[in-house]
Structure formats: structure tokens, C-alpha cells
């Protein structure tokens, strides 16, 4: 690992120590809290995929006709993380995203899928994520986390799409609800058996391969321009002060159950 992405980590380690200790994965103490969050977190699942999907367009070529484009190795690390995320395998053996999993998660555990998917329905109709996001099938803070992510994406500057990617996302996710998750699996019946799973899986693919293909395209990306760095660690700041402010609006309603 590099200095630069050692520096970037060392610059947002405050804000990571905030969410490491926010007081959001005390409050999850039942099935009803478990629902809450998934309804709300599944929205940053999706936009997950979407900031991805992103990066492989700015580093890949997807048209047709096709013509190499950006650097080969730069390609290699985006393509193989989209297959990862957009292909993996459910705890069957089945062929599915990271995102499908997760709504698959959500049904057994009793959490609501209608919002997601009717945001996804009505945003397939009109193609506009912003007039989409306005229309009240998103949560607040959600419609809020979403709206951030998109910035980053329309922003179309691709070393900070690949910070926020590499940094800003679902790192410290996995670790916080793992014992929670076994724990009330072991004592109800499994009832979120999926969703422990995905979380296993989580750490497994995404918590040490994919991120240190992460780590060498952001490098990749910035090079060795101090201005670029900058700019990158600035966005990073920014995405995990989002995912605060995320968990701030999850808590609440949790804590208003």
C-alpha cells in the first residue's frame, strides 16, 4: 500500500473512528430495528452499484464500436470488481448482485422491498435519478445519501468517482452487524440467515480482494498529482460525513420505535 493511499486513510481516520463507534449499532436490538435499517441501507446498496457501474464506463469501453480505451491495467481492476459485485452467488449457488442478495436478505428477514423496487420501477420509466428521487418513495435520509452519491457521479471526474468508491463506502458495515446478525440467527430460527451470509460474503470478497484492486486504481488514477490527492481526501471526507449523517437519520427512527 502506497503513502498516498496510507495518508488519505491516516486524514479520514476521525471521521472512520465516528462510524466504527456510532451508536446506531448498539440501538439495533431486534427484528423491527434490523427492518429499519434494511429499508433504508438497501437505497445505498443500489447507488453502490451505480457509482461502479460509473467507474467501469469512464474506465472501460461499453460502446460499440469498440476501441481500447485507458489503461489496460486500470481495466482489468474495474472489470473485475463489476463482475464480483454484479455477478457473485447467493449462499445456493445462484448467480446474482450483491444488490439482489440483499433484497433477497431483506424479504426473509420481513423488511419491506416496495420501496426500493418502486423506486426502481418509476426510475426505469422516466430515466431521471433526480426527478425520481424527489417523487417520496425514497426516505429522507436515504433520498439525502443518494442525492451525495450522485454528485460524485455527475461530477465526471474519475479519480474522485474512485475514491469515494475505494474509501467512502461499505467497509465498516460487515464487522458492526456480524455479531448481531449470528447471534439473533443462533437464538430466533435463522430468520436472517441471507442477510448473514451477505455479510460474510461482504467481508470475504469485498473486505480483502476487491479493496486493494480499489487501493491500486485510485493510485492509478491520481498518480503523482498533489492537486488530484487533494481532491480525492476532500470527497472521501465528504462521502463518510454523508454515511454519518445516514446513520444519524436511521438511528432516529429506531430509536422511535
Known amino acids: 500500500m502506497n503513502d498516498r493511499i496510507l495518508k488519505i486513510k491516516d486524514d479520514t481516520q476521525a471521521l472512520g473512528t465516528r462510524l466504527v463507534e456510532h451508536p ?4 439495533i436490538k431486534n427484528m423491527d430495528h434490523l427492518q429499519v435499517f434494511m429499508e433504508h441501507h438497501v437505497f445505498a446498496v443500489w447507488d453502490f452499484m451505480s457509482l461502479l457501474k460509473c467507474l467501469q464506463r469512464q474506465l472501460t469501453c461499453v460502446d460499440v464500436p469498440w476501441v481500447p480505451r485507458g489503461n489496460p491495467e486500470t481495466r482489468y481492476l474495474i472489470n473485475e ?56 418513495m425514497v426516505p429522507d435520509g436515504a433520498r439525502r445519501f443518494v442525492s451525495s452519491t450522485f454528485d460524485v457521479v455527475d461530477s465526471g471526474k474519475v ?3 474512485a475514491a ?11 464487522g458492526m452487524f456480524m455479531a448481531f446478525v449470528k447471534e439473533w440467527n443462533a437464538n430466533n430460527g435463522n430468520p436472517a440467515g441471507i442477510f448473514q451470509y451477505y455479510l460474510e460474503r461482504h ?10 484492486l480499489a487501493y491500486q486504481m485510485t493510485s492509478e488514477l491520481c498518480g503523482d498529482s498533489d492537486a488530484l490527492w487533494n481532491e480525492a481526501t476532500e470527497a472521501v471526507k465528504l462521502a463518510l460525513t454523508n454515511r454519518l449523517l445516514l446513520w444519524d437519520s436511521i438511528n432516529t427512527l429506531i430509536k422511535a420505535r
Do not use: K, W
Request: no cysteine; proline share 2%; glycine share 10%.
Open 81 to 136: 470488481i463489476v463482475i464480483g459485485e454484479e455477478s457473485d452467488i447467493d449462499q445456493n449457488g445462484t448467480r446474482m448482485s450483491h444488490f439482489e442478495l440483499y433484497t433477497a436478505a431483506m424479504r426473509q428477514a420481513g423488511a419491506d422491498t416496495g420501496p426500493v423496487m418502486g423506486f426502481l420501477d418509476a426510475l426505469s420509466a422516466s430515466g431521471n435519478i433526480r426527478a425520481t428521487l424527489q417523487t417520496g
Open 203 to 212: 467481508i470475504e470478497v469485498d473486505g480483502e480482494h476487491h479493496s486493494h
Open 159 to 161: 479519480h474522485l468517482q
Open 24 to 27: 446506531l449499532y448498539a440501538n
Open 164 to 174: 469515494v468508491f475505494t474509501f467512502g463506502r461499505e467497509d465498516l458495515i460487515p
